[in-house]
């Protein structure tokens, strides 16, 4: 086990207890929950620290206390009363707000798992990555909002990052880096010379063989029904539209230092290969697994090493064959958008995914149809490209920038509303 910076800042073993030191941020989510599973069957190998929610208190409380955490925080200080009322008599210290939040992904802990879903994540999982945490970095918005600052700042921290997404994970596996600590790349630009394209796979979602016509009649219960894989609303909407995959190759192009053109997608309806990496000699290495979010939870949990997953084995004559197919960016238009932010950098991509976010919100409460997603996001990137992007510098400059493409997008929300009625 690499021993992150803050512990030998700190002066103290952040195992002392028993068991390597866990906190969770968004421990009620999809990504949450499943960490608490593949923790809770190696007895004596983690001890959980901290454990955050948004404002499910209830449900958070009954994981701290199952989970025996120490510290839980609900981000919404409208619920910290029930989440006090909820784990009285327990010694488990209840707190509410930004600051809490802070408070819960900095403290010294071996490990944190960074699984807030949107930009809401940045600014407690960046506290961490300054403070020199091994990060398990599921929050892919925090990548897309501000890249450039969050790799950096990890890289001057001393944190080291290891990617939960399991597309990355598979590329993490297959480029195999001696570390994934910065200051050291996680790929030296040597080996970088040998690989000529990364490339990331895509269920292509419940929507992949209908027309475009079924598609723009499609509700949030026909969206969120993955064919293969169970996960939050926000990401499952995404994963629909394929923005998901765009969102995804921002965040390999940020995590591996791989520039856009050598990044690309193949749709595998099976899940299977996660993500493969095609060499100058023409080998393709690729990785493997039922599609199991526990599989790359576990390799994150236990890198170097490998730690059990309770996940069903993969039997490749049972599956009998492994299909691909190119994206089709005609009726997933959000592909190609997200890949234009890609390319145009500079903080397009935080528009992006501010954009995005506030649209699927519309999206799943019903007050937008589902091709209005793609089209907000690239009209929100229009105008604010109009007024000139920065790339943001600074955790300030990301919100602020954030805060102007939702401010456009929810503007943008209400005219389609009206017109629509
Ligand atoms: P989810 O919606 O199931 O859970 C989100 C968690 O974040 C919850 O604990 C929620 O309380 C918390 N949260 C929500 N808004 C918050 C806010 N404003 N402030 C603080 N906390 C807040 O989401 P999920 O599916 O677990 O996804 C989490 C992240 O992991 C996302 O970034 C997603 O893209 C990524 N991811 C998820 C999967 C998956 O299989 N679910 C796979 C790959 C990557
Ligand atoms: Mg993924």
């Known amino acids: 086990m690499t021993l992150s910076r803050s512990q030998s ?87 509410a707000g930004q600051a809490a ?50 790799m950096a700042t990890a890289r001057a921290g001393g944190a080291t990052i290891l990617p939960v997404d399991s597309e990355h994970s598979a590329l993490f596996q297959v480029l195999n880096p001696v570390q994934a600590l910065n200051p050291v790349q996680v790929l030296d630009p040597d080996r970088l010379k040998a690989v000529e394209t990364v490339t990331i796979t895509a269920s292509g979602g419940p929507f992949r063989t209908w027309s475009a016509e079924q598609i723009a009649e499609a509700g949030p219960r026909e969206a969120v029904r993955h ?51 095609s060499y100058r000699d023409g080998s393709v290495i690729a990785q493997l697994a039922e599609p199991d979010m526990r599989t790359p939870i576990a390799y994150s949990l236990g890198w170097p090493d490998r730690i059990p997953a309770p996940t069903k084995r993969l039997d490749l004559a049972e599956l009998g064959r492994l299909t691909f197919e190119t994206p089709d960016l005609r009726r997933f238009p959000a592909l190609g958008i997200a890949i234009a932010a890609m390319e145009a950098g500079n903080g397009a991509t935080t ?25 907000i996001v690239e009209n929100v990137m229009d105008r604010v490209a109009r007024t000139g992007i920065g790339e943001p510098a600074s955790l300030d400059e990301a919100l602020e920038l954030d805060r102007t493409a939702r401010d456009v997008a929810r503007a943008l929300v209400g005219e389609h509303i009206a017109t629509a009625g």
């Open 101 to 150: 939040l802070v408070e819960a992904a900095t403290r010294p802990v071996d490990r944190l798992m960074a699984a807030i879903v949107g930009a809401a994540g940045l600014a407690p999982t960046l506290a961490a990555a300054a403070r020199g945490t091994t990060i398990l970095l599921a929050n892919k918005e925090c990548l897309v909002t501000a890249g450039t600052l969050f």
């Open 227 to 277: 064919p293969n894989w169970a996960m939050g609303a926000k990401i499952s909407v995404d994963s629909a539209g394929l923005m998901n995959k765009g969102l995804e190759l921002i965040e390999a192009h940020h995590l591996f230092a791989i520039a856009p053109e050598r990044l690309a997608v193949v749709v595998h309806p099976e899940s299977i290969v996660h993500g493969f990496v």
């Open 351 to 375: 528009v992006l995914n501010a954009a995005n976010e506030i649209s699927v919100e519309a999206f799943l409460s019903e007050r937008i149809r589902f091709p209005d997603i793609a089209k």
């Open 9 to 95: 800042a700190h002066g103290q073993s952040a195992q002392s207890r028993s068991g390597q030191s866990l906190s969770i941020l968004g421990a009620t989510g999809s990504i949450g929950r499943n960490t608490i599973d593949v923790v809770s069957r190696l007895p004596g190998r983690f001890r959980v620290e901290a454990v955050s929610a948004n404002r499910d208190a209830e449900g958070l409380a009954q994981i701290a206390i199952e989970a025996g955490a120490r510290l839980a925080v609900v981000a919404d200080p409208d619920a910290y009363a029930a989440l006090k009322a909820a784990l009285s008599g327990t010694g488990i210290e209840a707190a």
